[in-house]
């Protein structure tokens, strides 16, 4: 799943910075959570696509990339997006 998720949002983005952490272990025992992992996971990204967007805007661009990976069990997505020159 981490995979997927960076394969897609580097393909879709191409970003200048891009994280992707899997979160799972850290939900025991919360919603969501599945043994074996690959429901929680953490993005951080940075790209010129989302430059002049609003928040919600860039966040909505990254759900429509995912959508698959959230019907295949994807859980939690905390993200952290910005603009190409973004912090």
């Known amino acids: 799943m981490l995979e ?3 394969s897609k949002l580097d393909a879709a983005f191409v970003p200048k910075v891009l ?3 899997d979160d799972s ?6 919603a969501g959570y599945r043994e074996g992992g690959n429901t929680h996971f ?17 966040q909505r661009a ?3 990339q995912l959508k698959q990976e959230f019907a ?3 859980h939690a ?6 603009g190409a020159d973004a912090p």
């Open 25 to 30: 272990e850290d939900h025991r025992g919360h």
């Open 19 to 21: 994280e992707v952490r």
């Open 4 to 6: 997927q998720i960076r």
């Open 62 to 64: 990254i759900y429509a």
């Open 42 to 58: 953490s993005v951080k990204i940075r790209a010129a696509a989302f430059d002049g967007q609003s928040r919600v805007a860039q």
């Open 77 to 82: 997505l905390a993200l952290d997006v910005g």
């Open 72 to 74: 295949d069990g994807l």
